[in-house]
């Protein structure tokens, strides 16, 4: 690494030997030499070329001549972007794109809880599953990683590199040292779904992002030793030949005990691990097994069996990290409900992770959760002294590989046995899944990659510990208990939503509560809702009765917002009106028992001045005799609504008009309703 020192109030500029993209901005402030931000990013490929792609499969074409793959100008970043569509393939639902790539070691990226980041352009959502990128040997032997979360358009795409589908892997999986595939596209519902101008931009790989306070030191008064040609201004430009200082570092591949000094305050140099990578307090990993092989590993208890001979341990090829798992069964054993593996370990302090707020991080496949209480993992000095960390199973994902966070700071105090563990010498571990029951069984439980990490702090972390200010908050949650959060309209279903739970001295409770206890304004059928001299009651046959009268008003059912009528008639029908002079003329026949005439809309001309016309359910006058111009009438258009008639006639009566002097002639619109 090389170092162009500068006098105070200046900026030294730390250029890495792996290229001048590692190249670390260092201020010297008041005396103070503080670390820039610099972010570790691995380019796949910028997507402004075509050159080297190939189409998946038979489902996939490009744009170009005779459907080769092209690029398109719509794109994020650079210059382009290759552009492909769906088509109907044979037996396929996948469209997408595919390359052979230069050998390029992504562990770093791995343990630094990296990010595959690409964009992709959608235009239309209806038939499409899920997006995926695939990194391995070849297109027969290869990690695959899934979102399924997306919206019509660009979209930019964070595939964790630590939570590969569990069920994409395929063949032997990645060698995450020796990547030379990828390859990605999107998921459809059915072969024969067809979808043009996908767009992809930008494969990246992403980690170890640092801001200026996570990567600090502090010198009191620096003073530089250095010839003339190698201090430089501040903000000066870079010109060929610059000189510098080289700046060394001491290699530690194991971050427990890196102290190069036994006393506080004393002097040591920088200390990176075996990659050359700074090791800083933001970010330390710690492996405790890789799982690539099942050497030291035996199983927990006769509850656990091994895929291999003899029931023996096996790895497995379906894996997440370096070459492989560690497969193991839940079998019927000896009132055990619990599964797992367990190992002797080199000695090791864990007291810098444990105060560094650190996280066991582990990858673990469950095929099956129906019998699944908890996954387990266990640290201590042997198989009866531990702490246990507990993770349930409502938190996990069945059928996929779960990249589990265990909180150093919160083992589970009911599952620490013996005397616990003594975090200065850790010497055993042991992973696992507890069930509801001895006899529950499941087979090919996989682990891979069991660490401990200081630093890795999520967004839940950070609100859970600090208390901060923000003009416009705007808090966006994915799950709850495990179930995608419901935006929708309609019923919830099985989607997660969060409970709100009033507080009991709320205004609105208690309001609530007054209503429900308060029934003296609701009175029930057959009592008094009038006293007096004539108390009113509701009879519980809906009539209003009056002491001394009869039935006072039968309560009509057929009000706006209330069912339809039953109509006996086919519909609105349609009668002429003929009424002759001076006579009481029927127009609607009387309709049976238990029916009545419902007069929707009526029209009706005179042919004589001052005459007179009434409207009669049989004898009893429904109008009054009202007066008609000469050559005049009147109408009233149907209501367009069952259950609102004009007027009706009484039970099993006629529909008449009596005309005064002159002739009535019309049509009018009614129905026959049961009643």
């Known amino acids: 690494m090389t170092i162009s020192p500068h006098p105070p109030a200046g900026r030294v500029v730390l250029i890495s030997n792996k290229g001048a993209d590692q190249a670390v901005p260092v201020d010297v402030v008041a005396g103070d030499i503080t670390v ?52 109907d393939g044979t037996d396929k639902i996948r469209a997408g794109i595919q390359k052979t790539i230069t050998a390029g070691d992504l562990s770093d990226y791995h343990n630094g809880g990296g990010y595959i980041h690409a964009s992709i352009y959608i235009g239309d959502l209806t038939d499409v599953a899920h997006v995926f990128v695939r990194l391995g040997t070849d297109s027969s032997n290869y990690n695959e990683w899934r979102i399924d979360s997306m919206v019509g358009g660009w979209n930019a795409f964070r595939f964790m590199l630590m939570a590969p589908t569990g069920s994409g892997n395929t ?62 201004e501040e903000d000066a430009a870079h010109v060929t030949a610059d000189k510098g200082v080289l700046s060394l570092t001491v290699r530690k591949d194991d971050a427990i005990g890196s102290a190069l000094s036994d006393t506080d305050g004393d002097y040591q140099p920088l200390i990176t691990n075996e990659h050359g990578i700074l090791r800083t307090q933001g970010q330390q990993h710690y492996a405790l097994d890789e799982c690539n092989s099942v050497a030291g590993w035996t199983i927990l208890d006769d509850a656990t069996t091994g895929n291999g001979d003899a029931d023996a341990l096996a790895t497995d090829l379906n894996h997440v990290f370096g070459t492989a798992s ?140 600090i208390t901060s200010e923000v003009s416009t908050p705007n808090i966006n949650l994915h799950r709850i208990r495990n179930k995608l959060v419901n935006v929708g309209s309609g019923a919830v279903g099985t989607d997660g939503t969060q409970r709100v739970i009033l507080a009991t001295d709320d205004p609105a409770v208690t309001l609530l509560g007054t209503i429900d206890a308060d029934t003296s304004k609701i009175p029930s059928l057959g009592t008094a809702i009038m006293t007096g001299a004539a108390p009113v009651t509701i009879a519980t046959d809906d009539t209003i009765t009056a002491a001394g009268n009869a039935s006072l008003v039968n309560i009509e059912k057929c009000q706006m917002g209330n069912a339809a009528p039953t109509i006996d008639s086919p519909g609105i029908i349609n009668a002429p009106i003929n009424a002759g002079t001076g006579a009481r003329t029927e127009i609607i026949a009387t309709p049976g028992a238990n029916k009545q005439i419902w007069v929707y809309g009526l029209l009706i001309l005179v042919d004589t001045v001052d005459c007179t016309v009434t409207l009669e359910s049989a004898a009893n006058a429904l109008s009054g005799a009202m007066p008609q111009a000469d050559n005049g009438g009147f109408h009233s258009e149907p209501s367009g609504n069952f259950a609102m008639p004009l007027f009706k006639c009484n039970t099993n009566e006629a529909f008449n008009i009596t005309m005064g002097t002159g002739v009535g002639d019309g049509i009018v619109s009614y129905a026959v309703v049961s009643v």
Not at 59 to 83: K, P, Q, R, W
Not at 330 to 351: P, R, S
Not at 437 to 447: F, G, M, P, R, S
Request: hydrophobic share 40%; aromatic share 8%.
């Open 36 to 87: 820039g931000t610099s972010d570790k990013v691995y380019t796949i490929d910028s997507c402004d070329s075509a050159a080297g792609w190939s189409v998946l499969n038979d489902a996939t074409t490009g744009n170009g001549a005779l459907d080769a793959l092209a690029t398109d100008l719509n794109h994020v970043m650079g210059t382009a972007s290759i552009e492909f569509n769906k088509v």
């Open 171 to 232: 063949g032997t999986g990645w060698n995450i040292a020796a990547t030379t595939y990828v390859a990605i596209g999107v998921h459809f519902d059915a072969e024969d779904d067809a979808l043009a101008d996908i767009r992809v931009d930008h494969i990246v790989l992403n980690a170890g992002a640092q801001t200026t306070s996570d990567i600090s030191v502090s010198n009191s008064d620096p003073k530089f030793n250095a010839i003339y040609e190698s201090v430089h």
């Open 326 to 465: 560690i497969e193991f069964n839940k079998v019927n054993g000896t009132d055990h409900t619990e599964a797992g593996i367990q190992k002797t370990l080199t000695a090791g302090d864990l007291t810098a992770y444990h105060k560094g707020g650190g996280v066991i991080t582990t990858s673990i496949y469950i095929s099956d959760l129906t019998a699944v209480a908890y996954v387990f993992v266990r640290l201590g000095t042997d198989g009866d002294h531990y702490n246990e960390w507990r993770i349930d199973d409502d938190a996990l994902t069945a059928d996929a590989w779960n990249s589990l966070r265990f909180n150093m700071l919160t083992p589970n105090p009911t599952g620490n046995t013996g005397n616990g563990w003594n975090i200065a010498a850790t010497t055993y571990v042991a992973v696992g899944v507890s069930f509801d029951a001895e006899d529950d069984e499941l087979a090919d439980i996989k682990v891979d990659h069991l660490a401990i990490n200081t630093g890795l702090r999520t967004t839940a972390d950070i609100t859970a510990e």
